[in-house]
């Protein structure tokens, strides 16, 4: 055997050697996934996913990550592994929007939900958050809303009641890959509280008796501290009271938190209520995914 096809043969012992201890180290982490369910199973929680928790791990990876392998491709290895071990805790699908003129929606919830997830499609919003709601399908996919939009299927998360369904991602997350409409963004709902990441938006709907006006309620935001990224709003004059908004603001808003309370004296007798819908960790940026330099040696830990 020459030289080079020595050298040859042993690198290729050494990435079989590295396969396995990877191999080895995917099972242990669902090891120690499982005792995550045995512990939560114990204390009585329900909660299955927490979509702030898994943008925090793909944050710290790309912080960390060094090296030429590239940056997208480690975030998606690291969504397969979150998502095939959803399914530990109980049944797991996605409801997708998928209308006949877009087929989009299903790309972005196969490259955040995983390959062989269960997915069901709808050809309506509303039918993908009645979905939800009544725990046919885990969680849901729904257009990113936009001012020139009729549906408003947002106005169906307007409710205080437990199992509500509350807006907990945004997507794409790792960016649009080899989607076929590269452009097009949605938010995945789910019965799930938001948790606070440090890179996070916020919705909210507010109820109110008349028109008030945008203004108004921007510089109630605005005197709070509030920065509003997008606003919206849906009038139905066969019912009081009527006008709803729709406003996301950058940072994260508590659903009983101080804020809200302190938004709805701001705004005056007016408004009958503000309802926190969630939010989400704000996608991967450009940034974050920048290929890393080349480095020797091992990721600093």
């Known amino acids: 055997m020459t030289s080079d096809k020595k050298q040859l043969s042993e690198l290729r012992d050494r990435i079989d050697a590295i396969d396995a201890a990877i191999h080895d180290l995917i099972m242990e982490r669902t090891e120690v996934v499982e005792g995550v369910r045995k ?9 299955m996913i927490r979509p702030s928790r898994e943008a925090e791990v793909l944050y710290r990876l790309m912080e960390r990550h060094k090296g030429p ?4 491709e480690l975030a998606r290895i690291w969504r397969e592994l979150i998502v095939a071990t959803l399914s530990f805790e109980g049944p797991f699908s996605v409801a997708v929007y998928t209308p006949e003129d877009e087929p989009g929606y299903w790309d972005l919830a196969r490259d955040q939900y ?19 709601q009544s725990g046919e399908a885990t969680l849901g996919i729904v257009p990113l809303p936009k001012r020139d939009e009729d549906e408003n ?27 076929r409409n590269p452009g097009l963004e949605a938010l995945v709902i789910c ?3 938001h948790e606070e990441t440090g890179r996070d938006r916020s919705y909210l709907a507010i109820e109110a008796t008349e028109d008030i006006g945008y203004s108004i309620i921007e510089k109630a935001l605005t005197g709070a501290g509030y ?3 997008f606003h919206q709003h849906w009038h139905d004059p066969s019912r009081p009271p009527g006008w709803f908004y729709l ?3 950058f940072g994260f808003i508590k ?29 991967l940026s450009a940034q974050d995914l920048k290929p890393s330099k080349k480095v020797s040696g091992k990721p600093k830990k």
Do not use: C
């Not at 392998?69 to 997208?72: D, I, Y």
């Open 39 to 47: 512990v939560k199973d114990s204390m009585g929680s329900k909660v």
């Open 69 to 72: 392998f590239p940056k997208p």
């Open 114 to 132: 995983g390959t062989f997830s269960p997915m069901t499609r709808h050809t309506a919003a509303r039918r993908v958050v009645e979905a939800v």
């Open 153 to 179: 299927w947002w106005r169906h998360l307007v409710s205080e009641r437990e199992g509500t369904p509350k807006i907990i991602a945004r997507l794409p997350f790792i960016g649009p890959g080899n989607a």
């Open 191 to 193: 019965p799930v509280e």
């Open 227 to 229: 920065t509003v990224a």
């Open 247 to 249: 406003v996301e603001v």
């Open 255 to 283: 659903a009983d938190g101080r804020q809200v309370k302190q938004l709805l004296g701001a705004l005056g007798k007016k408004v009958n209520r503000i309802v926190q819908l969630g939010g989400y960790a704000t996608p």
